[in-house]
């Protein structure tokens, strides 16, 4: 069984990037900007944050970091976005999301420049996906990671049948249009399943790549899943395991151990899906920054 280790193509992409900034700053004199905006004091957001600013360090890209407390209004917050909109040297604009509940998520969205939107989320670049116009838009930072494992490992995708489990806007529908696209690594037939779907196994098992982003810890178990499939982990649960120094470890959507004598492929959790996530986030800025000089 091979595993798709995300961590390993994360730091050959993140190598890239770097290398690519590099050579567009001895151009250029400039390089990408990236603001990062987190609004209250949630622990896990705050470390996600972090990690992205200190990928951006390590690649090159100049990334600002403004922490709002958790009682900021959706003006202030909305003020704050517009004046990045207007600042030429941020390419990206990113709100961690949750959002306190004062404040309305898709406000928010809305309210980022779409040719800023690197994560994706704004109705434009969704409306683009759709659409096929993949060299217009941005894609949803985790579906655009797993297409990227896929080429990179060249896993034949055309003409397979794709099954995504999970319908969030952030990573089952933006899944689901890509692999539905004309592009080497997709060109699919798709299936989405969702928490409604009857008889969820009967689907799953139809799947030649199966794509699971539902947040139910070991929800997809051996009996679920077709002989030689390729099977995609995108959840990140916390169980409480005392013997560790959080109290906890993350395990996927997938029962790793099982469904491994199944697969023919897996992404593991963690270093699979996770490190591609950041990864692609800072191509997103790469990419706007060369969409804004030109390059
Ligand atoms: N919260 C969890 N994942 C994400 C993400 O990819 N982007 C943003 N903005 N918030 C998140």
Do not use: W
Request: net charge negative.
């Amino acid at each position: 069984m091979l595993i798709i280790d995300g961590k390993k193509v994360s730091l050959e992409l993140k190598n890239e990037l770097k290398a690519s900034i590099e050579s567009y700053k001895a151009i250029t004199s400039k390089v990408p900007g990236l603001a990062l905006i987190i609004v209250g004091q949630d622990p896990a957001s705050q470390a996600y944050v972090r990690n992205k600013a200190k990928t951006c360090k390590e690649i090159g890209i100049n990334s600002t970091m403004i922490a709002m407390p958790s009682e900021t209004t959706q003006e202030l917050l909305l003020e704050t976005i517009h004046k990045l909109n207007d600042d030429p040297s941020v390419h990206g604009i990113l709100v961690q999301q949750p959002l306190p509940a004062q404040i309305d998520e898709l406000t928010v969205t809305l309210a980022i420049d779409p040719s800023k939107d690197v994560d994706g989320f704004h109705p434009e670049n969704l409306g683009h996906l759709v659409m096929g116009d993949l060299d217009k838009c941005f894609v949803s930072c985790t579906p655009f990671g797993i297409l990227e494992l896929l080429d990179r490992y060249a896993i034949e995708t055309k003409g397979k049948h794709c099954v995504v489990v999970g319908r969030s806007n952030i990573v089952g529908k933006p899944m689901a249009n890509l692999m539905l696209q004309k592009l080497d690594a997709a060109n699919c037939t798709v299936t989405i399943c969702h928490s409604a779907t009857e008889n969820i196994s009967f689907h799953t098992k139809q799947a030649d790549i199966l794509i699971v982003a539902i947040g139910h810890a070991g929800f997809i178990t051996p009996d679920m899943v077709k002989p030689g499939a390729v099977v995609i982990d995108v959840g990140i649960n916390r169980v409480d395991d005392p013997s560790t120094k959080n109290g906890y470890h993350l395990v996927g959507d997938v029962d790793f151990n099982g469904v491994s004598s199944v697969a023919s492929a897996m992404s593991p959790v963690p270093g699979g899906v996770g490190p591609m996530t950041i990864a692609m986030l800072m191509k997103n800025t790469l990419l706007s920054f060369q969409r804004f000089n030109g390059l």
